[in-house]
């Protein structure tokens, strides 16, 4: 089965430092995608960041970037001069690719990220 | 271009009711998928609908339920409400299926909670 762990349940950062949000996942795959989402206290989940395996760039939105290592299975995400905006719970994500129509996401636990001003 | 829609915003019901709930995708955006949200089980996949069809089922007993309209837009009914029922319900949508790296786009959630 397909899983996806986040080993932090909180993290804190002071304002304009960087912090890194580790996941680990488990597939058999060897092309597939990755998400990070965001949910502040408004609720809404939004996407951060998406990273194809097959690519080897990492990808980067703004102060977001991924650390992938595809053969660890490791997808960390990076956030660089945190603001206080970016408070919220962060949720990595998979699809599960053992369904036909893979339309399900597969999230973890979430990594409630405080950024302290 | 609107983002999805959820309504109502907050929900309170009684054991035994039942409560149905509605989104409205993004527009294009022809699947719709449900997820649950609480503090102890985190997000858990309901359903997801396809160009009116359900495509994909989570692991959640016949009381829940749902459906999509022809312009896409979806519901979803709970029927005999129980305690445990009370949690975020989230609805998003998506060009493609997150397989094919289509994202989900989800909306503000209905918070319901179950006396």
């Known amino acids: 089965a397909q899983t996806v762990t986040q080993s932090q349940p909180e993290m804190s950062v002071q304002e304009a430092e960087t912090v890194t949000l580790s996941c680990t996942y488990d597939t058999s795959e060897s092309n597939y995608y990755l998400f990070w989402y965001k949910q502040p206290p408004s609720r809404q989940m939004i996407l951060v960041i998406r990273?194809?395996?097959?690519?080897?760039q990492n990808a980067t939105e703004n102060r977001f970037s991924v650390n992938f290592q595809k053969a660890a299975k490791s997808f960390s995400l990076k956030i660089s001069d945190s603001q206080l905006g970016d408070t919220a719970m962060y949720f990595c994500?998979?699809?599960?690719?053992?369904?036909?129509?893979?339309?399900?996401?597969?999230f973890g636990e979430g990594t409630q990220l405080t950024v302290n001003p | 271009k609107a983002g999805v829609t959820q309504t109502p915003r907050y929900l309170i019901k009684t054991r035994g009711q039942q409560v149905t709930l509605s989104c409205s995708p993004i527009s294009g955006h022809r699947s719709v998928s449900w997820y649950q949200q609480t503090p102890g089980q985190g997000l858990q996949f309901l359903f997801e609908y396809f160009s009116e069809t359900q495509r994909n089922k989570g692991n959640f007993p016949g009381r829940f339920s749902g459906r999509q309209f022809s312009n896409s837009r979806s519901e979803m009914n709970v029927s005999t409400l129980e305690l445990g029922d009370s949690a975020l319900y989230l609805c998003?949508?998506?060009?493609?299926?997150?397989?094919?790296?289509?994202?989900?786009?989800f909306g503000n959630g209905t918070r319901l909670t179950v006396t």
């Open positions: 998003a949508s998506s060009l493609n299926w997150p397989r094919w790296g289509s994202p989900l786009h």
């Open positions: 994500a998979f699809p599960n690719y053992e369904e036909t129509s893979g339309s399900r996401l597969t």
């Open positions: 990273q194809e395996a097959y690519k080897q």
